[in-house]
């Protein structure tokens, strides 16, 4: 192809196509067709130099319209049939040469064909050169023959009168066999017709036995008969019987049911009477005041023991007191019973499932202070909002139930209760409505389930470029159904609470619905949150996966990201966001707007990377400090927790962190592949 293309003889012609045709695209076949020139040059001892026909290709199409290089070169081809013609037969660098000129490159041989023609083609120089001296051996050979056949004729016919003989020797041998076979055969037989005559003895005997087995069988079909008789006549007067007791117990019922319409009248006449007397005691608490205080109102901790103080006054203000009431108090978590919704199937729809009785409180009790005061006492064992209910004699006082927030207290998170251990670098974690604990596993390439104590459960997920394949997922959330959303690498996947693919979104890119490196997910208000940590944005989707907005932009700013790795809310809808590449945590009301920045005064963070809000308090994983820092929700400093080591409370890189309902918080060890629970 370039401006000095080489010698024209030896050149295909697809080397002399247009620049703008197909076939001007040539490979190594070009160096097979001009080995058949040379082969022809070196034969025939003429140099094969006939130009190209002016019309050889069309300048538009670049196909042929002259003659084929075999046909154009067919003089020089025919001069070396001349001299290789041998006896009629081709030549095999006649095949050669014919093969090598084709006009389409695609039927030219290959190099290990043409290696396989050469060697041909030296075969039968050889059998030229040999030829001559085998016919001048042959001609020795038939004349020596001539003389020794007489000879050898003699010892063929020596050698089969003793294979004659020998034959006669084995024919007398398997004579004598075949008359002591026969003797066996008539001796087995004998014996055949012995053992058949016995078996028909066998036989007799075993009829007459078979004869007296039917007729004991119709003596027991008898007895038999004659037993089900009797028991139909049984039968028959158990009904009878049956029929009377019911008729019986049919007047029983009678006289039960007017003597409950007298107990009605009676039960009429009691709600009358309770009604008064609730009249007069309603009248009667009139009579004095409650007054609640004391510290269970409004500090209350998970497993710390609290208390309130209940005191009456009368309409003056002064301590009142009697002998006759009676103070009860009872506690109960909000929302007393939880459901989960469970995907529809076209068999069964959707199903809604009513799940356990979360756990309320212990220890409760009364204590008498005074005879006007008293002290109620109890413990709250999980953790969000409870009610509490105060009565006198079975009366709820005014302004019971008091709604109060068990806290979990972050100073006492010193050391882990328990640790899951076997992880492969956990990253995410959360709960499902089963209080199974799901976590990520970002070096195992899958999702791993437990049971509430810790114990496996399943697992699924595996590396690959499959739509339900993840590759080193990070961030995990669970929607109201327990749909499991996962972000892995470039992409959102949404599974079922069984691991079933319901769909996949995303690819590496900077548009809507694109990602490079996602990181934190949650679901709140039917939304899913990701943090896009390298496109350092916020992008926001609806339950189905489908892009709804974006949030943010790179930069230091408010409304601003650098690196978000993990984003939450509160109960009172405020959205935390932390930022590796910012060291912060930006947090933002309800419309978006930037209210604080946590962690860049007093105690500051390094790397934050997890995120979890609980209450009023604000819990923060740093990955470089190795360490959980909890602030409350105003930012304000509140105490950590956790350093780097090996050891239980120890960390290396904390990733995802949150709570559960028994009051324990659940930290993800990445690099020492465990989760801690606290």
Known sequence: MTMGPGTLVYMPPEAFAPAKAEKSKYDASIDVFSFGVITIFTLSERFPCDLLEPTYFDTRSGALTARTELERR??????????????????????LIQQCLHNDPLKRPSARVLLHLLEEAKGCIRDDEESESKKRQLMQCATQNQSNGTQNLERILQGLVIQNANLESQIQELLSKNQSFEQEVVQALAEAQQQLREKEEKFQSSQKEQEKVKQFLKAEVTRAEEVISRKQQQIQELKQQETELLQVKERELAEARQKLRQKDKHLQFSEALVADLRLQLAKYFDSYACKVSGPGLSAATVNNPTHVLVELTDSGGKPYSTSQLSITAELEHLPKVKYAVRPATPATGAKRLKLKQLPAGKCLSVTTISPSQYKVLYTAVSQGQHKLHVCINDREIKGSPFTL???IDPTQLERPVTVVNNLSG??????????????????????????????????????????DDMIAPAGIALDDAD????????????????????????????????????????????????????????????????????????????????????????????????????????????????????????????????????????????????????????????????????????????????????????????????VQIF
Not at 442 to 466: N, W, Y
Not at 520 to 543: E, L, W
Not at 611 to 635: C, F, M, P, Q, R
């Open 426 to 467: 956990p990253c995410g974690i959360a709960f499902n409505s089963r209080d199974e604990m799901i976590v990520s596993e970002c070096s195992a390439h899958r999702l791993s389930i437990f049971d509430s104590r810790g114990k496996p459960i399943t697992t699924f997920g595996s590396h690959g470029e499959r739509p």
């Open 483 to 674: 749909n499991i959303y996962v972000s892995s690498e470039h992409k959102l996947q949404k599974f079922t609470s069984s691991g079933e693919l319901i769909k996949c979104i995303g690819r590496k890119g900077n548009k809507e619905g694109e990602f490079d490196d996602p990181r934190g997910v949650t679901v709140y208000n039917s939304h899913a949150y990701v943090c896009d940590r390298n496109n350092h944005r916020i992008q926001v989707f609806d339950v189905d996966i489908s892009f709804v907005r974006s949030i943010g932009s790179y930069g230091k700013q408010t409304r601003q990201f650098n690196a978000p790795l993990d984003v939450q809310f509160d109960a009172t809808g405020n959205m935390y966001v932390s930022e590796l590449g910012n060291k912060r945590v930006q947090v933002f009301d309800g419309i978006g707007r930037a209210i604080r920045i946590i962690g860049q005064e007093g105690v500051k963070l390094r790397a934050p990377s997890g995120l979890h809000v609980a209450d009023k308090y604000v819990y923060v994983s740093d990955s470089s400090s190795h360490w959980i820092v909890v602030y409350e929700t105003n930012g304000q400093f509140v105490t950590s927790f956790g350093s780097y080591g090996l050891g239980d409370g120890y960390f290396d890189s904390p990733y995802g962190i949150t709570s559960c309902l028994n009051g324990h918080i659940y930290v993800c060890d990445c690099d020492n592949d465990r």
């Open 405 to 407: 927030t068990a806290y």
């Open 74 to 95: 067919s003089e020089y081809v025919q001069d070396v049939k001349e001299r290789l013609l041998d006896g009629g037969r081709e030549h095999p660098l006649i095949r």
